[in-house]
């Protein structure tokens, strides 16, 4: 008997160049843990080059000892693996039978390699030799048996009770990157070691995937559902999946299912009884970033979104993001004004964007991925919940989210570890959160300063429209913004942006001006010879009551033009440049107005600025604001020390 | 019953008659918290030097501020912490020394009610009883202390690994039914405390052993609970009363300071009638 949920996809015109298109029949065994599936790949040469190897990821090999190039570089936290000795909850994936179409059988030809890092032990990439290679720009199906060891609870993969979640699972072919696309001099296989950070880097193409599982699981996967087959104490779930750089599923007994639409795209919720309720925080929440999206890059153009908000002994998958799928992580207990379920959601939904849509490179280029979900992150969470109540509003305790990741940036010691252009696993001790993620948010959102924030979102839908279904490089991002900057803005950036990429992607610089000193000095007569030789006196003339100076400094190294703006007594200010470049810059002007204030960017547009306190100088004492705020600090103190005496 | 209320409605008297003793109580409580946070207010100073962005901090809580503040002027803040639970620690000995003094005092008054009240008689009791006070506070201090464990050894009986659970509702169901538990607990100390500490006044022993065993037995005498919540009642009405006019009144700062020490100076009058209440009661 099948019975359809979903609407059976039309055929539509292709988003992609569709060059990896999968045919999968899985077979899940909830009691030994393993997975067993035949695979059609059919896959298509992009390229001019005859193609004579295939390269594979098989991701679950990277759990399949402690000596993986995964564990070495992770060190997976015990409390994550604390038993995987006495439950075996190590994993494998293993490929069998592989073929080409022409029944030639290429077991015997599988390899693994070790392109990153030579490590013997390490088995996530495995090489197959091609008997009848693969020519220009044909197509060629190839089918092969794999079965897999699910692991127990690993990062973002693995199964822990009756919860199952599929993410880098299955044995996916590598990206074939003819010369001249993204940095490739020659035609080239693009297929990393599973790393501990970064995963994506695929071709887009079709997904056509059926789980059998037993009759009382429900499944979320990638795609749409196509249709449900009962076969005895099993069923088979049958998912579509069309322009997608991945598949992703789960399933569980326990899930309940929400429902609500956007537009054409139905938007499921599966949770646990227990959360619920959350679903009036994750449907306005998700509709809301949807059309921010839609207003401001281009339309979500997949029929399904799916949000997993795993129970607790699922914590291990939350938080990430897949194609029309994405996991988020909250707990039953969490107040209102505790927004982590709906950062989760917002920014795992903004993936389906960067990195889904637009393919970058996640582990070379890691802050084209996770950097711009960053900075659209803040800008939606802000526009969505308060610049300063969007991450916490609790007890009076307020933050903003981009206020929030600026602060983690800046309190963060390996800030400066590595420069925003290196690749996942180059974050050996750290840095990797703060840098691709909270770095290139900082210099985006100054970057929306420097452009303003109509320039700044032509110049990004043009990037998303240019590259959706694509995978560009860093390149095509700069090349992007110099074009629309010569254009919009010639006078101000006539050579483009290349100064400012090459400070904040390539270097470890920091950012930092500030307000030096403000003086007010009387104005005198002229003395001395001044008019002629034959006397020596003052001279009388018509002067401005004070010569007034503010001197600006730059502390940090890297340089950006800034906005200076002096206030007068009256309340009166007038505004100047400064390109930045110098160490240190004056303002002075003959005034009967004393200065009173001095700011340095008083709009606050350069995000990336390290500290803010010292951008603004008044020559009034602020003795009076530091009273104010000791005064709620002694109160508190006060009511604190009672409230103790109160207890013993 | 009426025992009680006649307790309760003498320990106002004693206030009302031993004005000076609030007003003292008052006054170390804001001296030692403006000492606590001179650190703090240098550490400002020196932070903000004469930026503007100080009043906005000033004005409300501000994250960006106050982590630049962290991050930029951060050797500081360890400092300033510091000295404000330095200050802590302090205060819960002046607690004590206050309990002490005003036990002794009403003790005192009782004996000679025609004497003039003298100041110095409030720190001279307090001085007499106070050691012993400070005993039953850290008698009652270890006892919250392995409440507090035991408590916890129950919160986390199936572990703490959130993998092995099923779901955290049962975790949140633990974690309020230990709250409660503790307020409860707490409640029971409180009385446990005030009482022993009566006896100890009373009978003037040296060993407070036969004070506590006594107290331990009146703390569940219907009496003495009753005359804890009447105390407590006023402070929960006021105390609800305070946090709704703080949410309304945070502006100007001077009227949301005035009614801060308004509400300081209620929770020290609870103090001291439930003080000197718990004596009239116990003797």
Same mark, same amino acid.
């Given at each position: 008997m099948v019975f359809c949920l979903g609407t059976i996809q039309a055929q539509q015109p292709a988003l992609s160049n569709r060059v990896a298109n999968y045919n999968m029949d899985i077979n899940l065994d909830t009691e030994t843990k393993k997975l067993n599936c035949s695979t059609i790949l059919t896959?298509?040469?992009?390229?001019?080059?005859?193609?004579?190897?295939?390269?594979?990821?098989?991701?679950?090999?990277?759990?399949?000892?402690?000596?993986?190039?995964?564990?070495?570089?992770?060190?997976?936290?015990?409390?994550?693996?604390?038993?995987?000795?006495?439950?075996?909850?190590?994993?494998?994936?293993?490929?069998?039978?592989?073929?080409?179409?022409?029944?030639?059988?290429?077991?015997?030809?599988?390899?693994?390699?070790?392109?990153?890092?030579?490590?013997?032990?390490?088995?996530?990439?495995?090489?197959?030799?091609?008997?009848?290679?693969?020519?220009?720009?044909?197509?060629?199906?190839?089918?092969?048996?794999?079965?897999?060891?699910?692991?127990?609870?690993?990062?973002?993969?693995?199964?822990? *009770?009756?919860?199952?979640?599929?993410?880098?699972?299955?044995?996916?072919?590598?990206?074939?990157?003819?010369?001249?696309?993204?940095?490739?001099?020659?035609?080239?296989?693009?297929?990393?070691?599973?790393?501990?950070?970064?995963?994506?880097?695929?071709?887009?193409?079709?997904?056509?995937?059926?789980?059998?599982?037993?009759?009382?699981?429900?499944?979320?996967?990638?795609?749409?559902?196509?249709?449900?087959?009962?076969?005895?104490?099993?069923?088979?779930?049958?998912?579509?999946?069309?322009?997608?750089?991945?598949?992703?599923?789960? +399933?569980?007994? !326990?899930?309940?299912?929400?429902?609500?639409?956007?537009?054409?795209?139905?938007?499921?919720?599966?949770?646990?009884?227990?959360?619920?309720?959350? *679903?009036?925080?994750?449907?306005?929440?998700?509709?809301? +970033?949807?059309?921010?999206?839609?207003?401001?890059?281009?339309?979500?153009?997949?029929?399904?979104?799916?949000?997993?908000?795993?129970?607790?002994?699922?914590?291990?998958?939350?938080?990430?993001?897949?194609?029309?799928?994405?996991?988020?992580?909250?707990?039953?207990?969490?107040?209102?004004?505790?927004?982590?379920?709906?950062?989760?959601?917002?920014?795992?939904?903004?993936?389906?964007?960067?990195?889904?849509?637009?393919?970058? !490179?996640?582990?070379?280029?890691?802050?084209?991925?996770?950097?711009?979900?960053?900075?659209?992150?803040?800008?939606?969470?802000?526009?969505?919940?308060?610049?300063?109540?969007?991450?916490?509003?609790?007890?009076?305790?307020? +933050?903003?989210? *981009?206020?929030?990741?600026?602060?983690?940036?800046?309190?963060?010691?390996?800030?400066?570890?590595?420069?925003?252009?290196?690749?996942?696993?180059?974050?050996?001790?750290?840095?990797?959160?703060?840098?691709?993620?909270?770095?290139?948010?900082?210099?985006?959102?100054?970057?929306?300063?420097?452009?303003g924030v109509e320039l700044m979102d032509a110049l990004m839908k043009k990037y998303f429209q240019t590259w959706k279904f694509k995978h560009p490089s860093r390149n095509d991002f700069i090349a992007i913004f110099n074009e629309g900057v010569k254009e919009a803005l010639p006078e101000k950036y006539p050579n483009g942006l290349d100064w400012f990429f090459q400070q904040v992607l390539f270097g470890t610089n920091e950012c930092d001006y500030k307000v030096k000193s403000i003086t007010n000095t009387e104005s005198e007569a002229p003395r001395g010879f001044i008019n002629n030789l034959d006397d020596c006196s003052a001279v009388a003339a018509t002067l401005k009551k004070y010569n007034s100076q503010v001197i600006f400094q730059r502390d940090g190294e890297i340089t950006v033009p800034q906005n200076l703006q002096i206030i007068f007594e009256d309340g009166s200010s007038q505004f100047f440049s400064w390109d930045g470049q110098e160490r240190s810059f004056d303002v002075s002007v003959a005034t009967d107005l004393k200065i009173v204030e001095a700011r340095v960017d008083p709009e606050g547009i350069i995000m990336m600025d390290r500290n803010l306190i010292n951008n603004y100088m008044t020559v009034q004492p602020v003795s009076g604001s530091v009273r104010k705020i000791v005064g709620k600090v002694l109160t508190k103190m006060q009511h604190l020390m009672e409230s103790i005496s109160l207890l013993i | 019953m009426s025992k009680v209320i006649e307790s309760y409605k003498k320990g106002w008297q004693f206030l009302w008659n031993h004005k000076s003793v609030l007003c003292v109580i008052y006054i170390i409580n804001l001296l030692l918290a403006y000492l606590s946070v001179g650190p703090l207010k240098n550490y400002l100073e020196s932070a903000f030097g004469s930026s503007t962005l100080a009043k906005k901090l000033a004005d409300k809580f501000d994250y960006t501020i106050i982590m630049d503040v962290i991050n930029n002027y951060g050797v500081g803040v360890g400092v300033s912490l510091s000295s404000l639970f330095t200050f802590i620690f302090i205060y819960v000995f002046w607690s004590s020394f206050t309990g002490a003094g005003v036990m002794g005092l009403v003790k005192k008054r009782k004996q000679n009610p025609d004497d003039n009240f003298k100041l110095v008689q409030f720190f001279i009791e307090g001085a007499i009883y106070f050691f012993r006070f400070l005993r039953v506070s850290i008698y009652l201090l270890f006892t919250y202390a392995v409440v507090l464990f035991l408590m916890f050894k129950f919160f986390s009986k199936d572990g703490l690994s959130v993998f092995e659970f099923e779901s955290e509702v049962f975790l949140i169901n633990r974690f309020w039914i230990l709250i409660i538990l503790f307020i409860i607990i707490a409640f029971f100390g409180s009385i446990f405390r005030d009482i022993a500490r009566s006896f100890i006044v009373i009978e003037d022993q040296p060993n407070i052993l036969k004070s506590n065993i006594k107290a331990l037995k009146s703390i569940v005498i219907v009496e003495s609970i009753a005359l804890s919540l009447i105390n407590l009642i006023p402070l929960v009405i006021i105390s609800a009363l305070y946090y709704l006019l703080r949410n309304v009144l945070n502006e100007p700062f001077i009227v949301a300071f005035i009614i801060s020490q308004i509400f300081l100076l209620f929770r020290i009058i609870y103090r001291i009638v439930r003080c000197a209440s718990f004596l009239e009661f116990t003797d």
């Open positions: 896959w298509t040469n992009p390229s001019a080059d005859t193609i004579s190897e295939l390269y594979f990821h098989l991701y679950y090999n990277a759990f399949k000892n402690a000596n993986s190039t995964f564990f070495k570089e992770r060190g997976v936290p015990d409390w994550l693996t604390s038993d995987i000795d006495e439950t075996c909850g190590w994993a494998y994936s293993h490929v069998s039978n592989f073929k080409d179409d022409a029944e030639n059988d290429l077991s015997a030809s599988l390899e693994y390699v070790q392109p990153d890092d030579n490590n013997p032990d390490d088995q996530t990439v495995l090489k197959v030799t091609l008997a009848k290679p693969v020519m220009p720009y044909q197509t060629q199906k190839f089918t092969f048996d794999w079965e897999a060891k699910i692991p127990k609870t690993m990062p973002r993969t693995g199964y822990n *009770k009756d919860f199952f979640f599929f993410a880098q699972w299955f044995p996916k072919v590598g990206v074939y990157e003819p010369a001249g696309m993204r940095f490739a001099e020659e035609g080239q296989w693009n297929c990393h070691q599973y790393h501990s950070s970064g995963e994506y880097y695929s071709d887009f193409g079709n997904y056509e995937v059926k789980m059998n599982v037993p009759s009382n699981f429900i499944v979320a996967s990638s795609g749409v559902n196509v249709g449900i087959e009962k076969k005895g104490e099993r069923k088979i779930w049958h998912f579509s999946g069309h322009d997608i750089i991945d598949f992703t599923w789960t +399933c569980s007994p !326990h899930y309940i299912i929400n429902e609500d639409n956007y537009k054409q795209t139905n938007i499921r919720l599966y949770t646990y009884s227990y959360k619920d309720h959350l *679903k009036e925080r994750y449907f306005p929440t998700i509709k809301f +970033c949807m059309q921010f999206l839609d207003e401001h890059l281009g339309t979500y153009p997949y029929k399904t979104l799916s949000i997993v908000d795993p129970p607790i002994h699922g914590m291990f998958t939350g938080g990430m993001e897949y194609p029309t799928i994405i996991t988020s992580l909250s707990f039953c207990f969490f107040p209102e004004g505790i927004k982590t379920p709906e950062t989760l959601v917002v920014h795992e939904f903004i993936h389906q964007y960067f990195m889904q849509m637009v393919a970058t !490179h996640e582990v070379e280029e890691t802050w084209m991925d996770e950097g711009i979900t960053t900075y659209y992150e803040g800008r939606i969470l802000d526009a969505y919940m308060g610049e300063h109540t969007s991450t916490i509003d609790v007890l009076g305790f307020k +933050c903003g989210n *981009k206020e929030f990741n600026r602060a983690e940036y800046f309190s963060s010691d390996s800030r400066k570890l590595a420069p925003n252009s290196a690749k996942s696993w180059h974050y050996k001790h750290g840095g990797y959160g703060d840098i691709a993620y909270n770095k290139t948010a900082l210099w985006l959102q100054t970057l929306e300063g420097l452009l | -």
